[in-house]
Each structure stands twice: as structure tokens, then as C-alpha cells.
Nanobody, 123 residues
Framework: DVQLQASGGGLVQPGGSLRLSCVVS????????FSWYRQVPGKGPEWVSG????????RYSDAVKGRFTISKDFAKSTVILQMTALKPEDTARYFC????????????????WGQGTLVTVSS
């Protein structure tokens, strides 16, 4: 079975940085596209960032563009989200998701996800 275990969340001040990691197991890591979503209570999941099977083609939502960087560490089968210049509105639980395709297409629903990691940005 597919496992996507996110970590790295925590409490950070506005303007600070966090590095989220999603350790992937149960699949061939290099054959699938991945994304990060985030969710706050009372709202549906919001797409944040994603990339292709080989780590190419990173894409970002307007809300995080210029502040977040997504990448894949193939040696560790891990999807990384480096977050900088964090804002209070970035506060959410961040989930790593897998798509059943090699090339990222946000219109295609993901077929696996984890429980995520909580990010709190507060002064």
C-alpha cells in the first residue's frame, strides 16, 4: 500500500521558514507526480504546489508563488516543500498527495494522501 508521511510542521513566526518533508513508500517514487495541499477547518483542500515524476515542472498557487519551493529528493523518496516568508494565512494542515500519472495535471484527482503536518504561523 501507498504511504505518504508528512513531517516538519510546527509553530513559526511571520516571516519565518519551515521545511516540510513527505516520505513516500509502497510505490516507485520516480514514476508519479506529487502535490502539496493545505486545509483549514471549515474549508476544502487548497492546492499549493506540485511537480512531475522526475522533479521537473514545479508549479505553485498564486498565494505561495515566490515564497515556496517544491522538489523531490530521489535518494530519500521524499517530496520537499521549502516554505519561506511565512504569513499567518499560511496556517493550515499540509498534506502530500500522489497522482496516478507521471506529469502533473491538477485537474486529475490524486489517488493517495497522508494525514499531513500542521503549520502554525503566529506572532
Amino acid at each position: 500500500d501507498v504511504q505518504l508521511q508528512a513531517s516538519g510542521g510546527g509553530l513559526v513566526q511571520p516571516g519565518g521558514s519551515l521545511r516540510l518533508s513527505c516520505v513516500v513508500s509502497g510505490i516507485t517514487f520516480g514514476r508519479y507526480a506529487f502535490s502539496w495541499y493545505r486545509q483549514v477547518p471549515g474549508k476544502g483542500p487548497e492546492w499549493v504546489s506540485g511537480l512531475n515524476d522526475d522533479g521537473s515542472g514545479p508549479r505553485y498557487s498564486d498565494a505561495v508563488k515566490g515564497r515556496f519551493t517544491i522538489s523531490k529528493d530521489f535518494a530519500k523518496s521524499t517530496v520537499i516543500l521549502q516554505m519561506t516568508a511565512l504569513k499567518p494565512e499560511d496556517t493550515a494542515r499540509y498534506f502530500c498527495v500522489k497522482y496516478p500519472v507521471r506529469i502533473l495535471d491538477v485537474k486529475i484527482h490524486y489517488d493517495a494522501w497522508g494525514q499531513g503536518t500542521l503549520v502554525t504561523v503566529s506572532s
